[in-house]
């Protein structure tokens, strides 16, 4: 890092200081104007925090990672703008009417208080565990990396950089709420966006060319049936992506990511009204297109380049490449002085953001779904306080888990989907025949809810237990529970487990009385009054219609080339 570096990074953080103070002065005396930025937020602010808020460390570190290690396997969790379409389209409609601030409290609308305790509980544990440990976990790393410093005063330099970032962007969203967060992804978006395709083109320069990185990736064999690392659809019997199972569980938890989690419906809930919201998914669903090209494929360039030169990445203790350091060690090997500091600010763009969405997701949560719940009648400025509060006490218990996810296998990306596998299929199901079903039942829902709760952690428990025991006397044979809950692929297991979700959601709906339909007016298909159609209607033109196409043509184009 030179000085050039050092005055570009200075830069940046001048112009996010600058943003911040502007927001911080904007009056939030409510829960709508701290969680929800008010709820004037435009289709550009909605599109950009969409991207910026799911572009995070297991991005930079993770996909880039999973392109160095197994190539193209992972990109159907990234090429996946079309499921954002799915939530304008389908989904923006039923939840603007809702006029609801969480995914939870849309379930207690069209279900029962029960049904938003379970989903208020399993997404905030999963915060914690998985999205908030997992960014700053990377965070430390990235930084680590690209500075090439161990240790500062005796302190590994990791931890410095990892809870230093915490509590940068802890600060900014405790005071600024939603709109800093928004606002700052403005900002953030095209700084990563730009920063990324330098990477990208300087990457593909040092190697030959893009012919070339598809010439050494796919003269490499990832399973005994003949597909390489440039196969997108491998064979049904690869062990780790068959094509089936990566076509089921990628849509399965993009559906859940995408269409029912907070943290990222949060942005649509912020639209000033239904056609900004709309048209901040198609923006996002753009952008989407792009983290394929901006960072799995830099993670197959570096793993060329290693191939070229025989010694680009760094090695771990066990011999094995450290695929997880590819982006990072493009970052340092590859970049001019002054680009670098571009970088590290994209890098930190991410980073910020992606931290800056987990922690209001997480305040709103606990704010409106629990305390707000069992207090109703408390102050409006109070529940701003009570966030900030809550935002606090997410930021700590991420601390807490970093040590606990330094132990995480040698794929961070691949780990983040397989736990999100098993806590996405309970919370679509009830999602999905919520809003498609009529007959679905306030029991029904909550029970499949609960079902994918405990199927899940039945998996993750076996998961744990048959990884680290070594086979016991008289376990040789052929064990039924292992089989179900361990051996079947992790995608297959994804898809039949929605399946089963569903049809506990069916069959207790079937058993149950009917909801009134006054109850859930507006909230299902089929149940919406002339007015609301009327008002949906008016939201969208043959634009909207013509750039969802186009999406939809360029994600079909992308499975065709590197079918």
């Not at 330098?198 to 050494?216: A, C, N, R, S, T």
């Not at 901040?280 to 290693?306: N, S």
């Not at 800056?356 to 305040?363: E, I, P």
Request: charged share 15%; glycine share 10%.
């Amino acid at each position: 890092m030179q000085f050039l570096d050092w005055l570009v990074i200075g830069l940046f953080f001048i112009a996010l200081i600058g943003i911040i103070l502007w927001v911080m002065r904007q009056k939030q005396n409510n829960a709508a104007d701290y969680f929800l930025g008010g709820k004037d937020a435009t289709w550009i602010a909605i599109g950009a925090s969409i991207f910026a808020s799911n572009i995070g460390s297991e991005h930079l570190i993770g996909l880039a990672g999973s392109g160095a290690s197994s190539g193209m396997a992972m990109a159907h969790w990234e090429i996946q703008g079309w499921m954002i379409l799915i939530l304008g389209w389908v989904f923006v409609p039923f939840y603007t009417r809702s006029m609801v601030y969480t995914m939870p409290e849309f379930l207690e609308r069209r279900y029962n208080p029960a049904s938003r305790t379970i989903l208020s509980l399993i997404s905030l544990i999963s915060y914690v565990l998985t999205k908030v440990a997992v960014t700053v976990y990377a965070g430390g790393l990235v930084f680590q990396q690209v500075f090439g410093i161990d240790q500062v005063w005796g302190i590994d330099f990791f931890w410095i950089a990892a809870i230093g970032l915490v509590l940068i962007t802890a600060l900014y969203t405790i005071f600024g709420g939603m709109k800093s967060v928004l606002y700052t992804s403005v900002l953030q978006t095209p700084i990563l966006l730009l920063g990324s395709l330098i990477i990208l083109v300087l990457g593909l320069k040092e190697l030959g060319g893009w012919d070339k990185m598809m010439e050494i990736c796919s003269a490499v064999q990832v399973n005994e049936y003949g597909d390489s690392m440039t196969n997108l659809i491998r064979d049904n019997r690869d062990g780790d992506f068959p094509w089936l199972g990566a076509l089921i569980g990628s849509a399965v938890i993009g559906f859940w990511y995408w269409c029912t989690d907070q943290f990222i419906v949060q942005r649509v809930l912020s639209g000033k009204d239904e056609r900004e919201a709309r048209r901040g998914t198609i923006f996002g669903a753009y952008l989407k297109l792009l983290p394929v090209f901006l960072f799995l494929i830099p993670g197959m360039i570096a793993f060329a380049l290693h191939q070229s030169t025989g010694s680009f990445l760094p090695m771990l203790e066990n011999g094995n490449l450290n695929t997880d350091a590819a982006f990072p060690t493009l970052v340092a090997k590859l970049l001019p002085a002054g680009v670098k500091g571009l970088i590290v600010c994209g890098i930190l763009a991410a980073l910020m953001s992606s931290l800056a969405s987990l922690f209001n997701s997480s305040a709103a949560l606990f704010t409106i779904d629990f305390y707000q719940r069992y207090k109703p009648d408390t102050d409006p400025k109070k529940l701003v306080r009570i966030g900030q509060a809550a935002t606090v006490v997410i930021v700590i218990l991420g601390i807490l888990w970093i040590p606990i996810m330094r132990s995480i296998g040698d794929v961070l990306y691949l780990y983040l989907q397989d736990v999100q596998s098993v806590l996405a299929p309970g919370i679509a199901a009830a999602f999905l025949m919520g809003v498609l079903w009529k007959r679905a039942t306030a029991q029904g829902g909550m029970w499949g809810l609960i079902a994918g709760l405990v199927i899940g952690l039945t998996r993750l428990g076996a998961k744990i237990y048959y990884s680290n025991a070594a086979t016991m006397p008289g376990e040789d044979g052929f064990n039924i529970f292992r089989y179900l809950f361990y051996d079947v692929n992790w995608l297959f297991f994804c898809g039949w487990m929605l399946v089963f979700c569903l049809l506990v959601v069916w069959v207790i709906s079937l058993c149950t009385k009917a909801p009134e339909p006054e109850k859930i007016r507006g909230l299902v298909f089929g149940t919406s009054t002339p007015e609301q159609q009327a008002a949906t209607r008016a939201s969208w033109n043959h634009w909207d219609v013509i750039h969802s196409v186009i999406i939809l043509g360029i994600t079909a184009a992308f499975y065709i080339y590197f079918w």
